[in-house]
């Protein structure tokens, strides 16, 4: 069994220069956005000393200590229970005990992990920019609980033997549904899905023998792929959260939440008020949980 329970420090990803993280706080000052700055001079790092990857499983490691366990007293759970080989997901302090709505994160493909919407916006604009921590705050504050995935950890970093059961992001995303999410008595279930992983939510939900799709009360999908290449059939239930109370923000020069069309999956489409594949995240906040309080059950 893992027995540090902490994200490992190098990955098969990164070279072998990689910062650790003891070795970040010692090299950096970090502000209170996680903006990296200079130990000299305390301004902003010049971009040519910014290297992706030497420093993004270092930053990775200080989201998800300051912000989401630190902060945010997230608790930190390693899957599956009594294996060697083991992803963390990430849980609020309410997540079993909230009975109005738990908003379940579900990040895109890459190297972005559990809290992450894009590891280039944590490093040259900062870490609370290029995280979760805007949907993560607004939860809170609505008074939901929430639940972060990992789909991109699918094996031992130091082995690189597979994890069972999740072995690819749309076996880790059933893996969780069925294990924590299905088991809740909570009346509404919120999705926010980010590029790949919106495919793996919508192939999630067009699944008959999933337990709790009745519970989906919304989904907001932002810049997904989960139309390219395949149309997904839902139930009539499904369907009509889908159809009624759910969105895709894309990216578009439109002004945000301008309306585009419907895509081929019956789900509204609508201008995420910026051209960039990861800035739609940031900037569709605000929407994304209009959309979910006009769906409370």
Not at 61 to 83: C, F, G, T
Not at 147 to 163: D, G, K, M, R, S
Not at 214 to 220: D, F, G, L, Q, Y
Request: glycine letters at 6%; a negative charge; one cysteine or more.
């Amino acid at each position: 069994m893992v027995s540090s329970k902490n994200i490992p420090e190098e990955s098969k990803h990164k070279k072998t220069r990689a910062l650790t993280y003891q070795q970040l706080i010692t090299t950096y000052n970090i502000d209170s956005k996680g903006v990296l700055l200079s130990k000299e001079t305390n301004e902003p790092l010049p971009k040519e000393d910014k290297e992706l990857e030497v420093l993004s499983d270092a930053l990775l490691q200080y989201l998800q200590k300051h912000y989401l366990i630190s902060q945010l007293k997230m608790k930190e759970v390693w899957i599956p229970e009594n294996s060697d080989n083991q992803c963390n997901i990430f849980l609020s302090d309410d997540f079993y005990t909230n009975n109005t709505a738990v908003v379940v994160l579900i990040q895109g493909s890459g190297f972005v992990r559990a809290g992450q919407w894009s590891c280039g916006l944590c490093l040259n604009i900062g870490v609370e920019h290029g995280s979760m921590m805007s949907y993560l705050t607004r939860a809170k504050e609505s008074g939901y609980a929430y639940i972060i995935l990992n789909p991109n950890y699918n094996e031992n970093v130091e082995t690189l033997i597979p994890i069972q059961g999740h072995e690819d992001a749309t076996k880790h995303v059933s893996y969780v549904w069925d294990v924590f999410i299905n088991k809740l008595n909570v009346r509404n279930l919120f999705v926010v899905a980010h590029s790949f992983g919106g495919h793996c939510i919508c192939k999630l939900m067009s699944q008959s023998n999933v337990g709790s799709l009745n519970k989906i009360s919304s989904v907001a999908l932002l810049e997904s792929v989960h139309g390219y290449g395949r149309k997904f059939d839902f139930n009539s239930e499904v369907q009509d959260t889908i159809q009624n109370h759910s969105a895709s923000w894309k990216a578009s020069d439109m002004p945000l939440d301008t309306y585009l069309g419907i895509d081929n999956s019956g789900i509204k489409v609508l201008s995420g008020g910026s051209r960039g594949h990861s800035e739609v995240a940031l900037d569709a906040v605000d929407s994304v949980f209009n959309l979910f309080k006009n769906a409370l059950k």
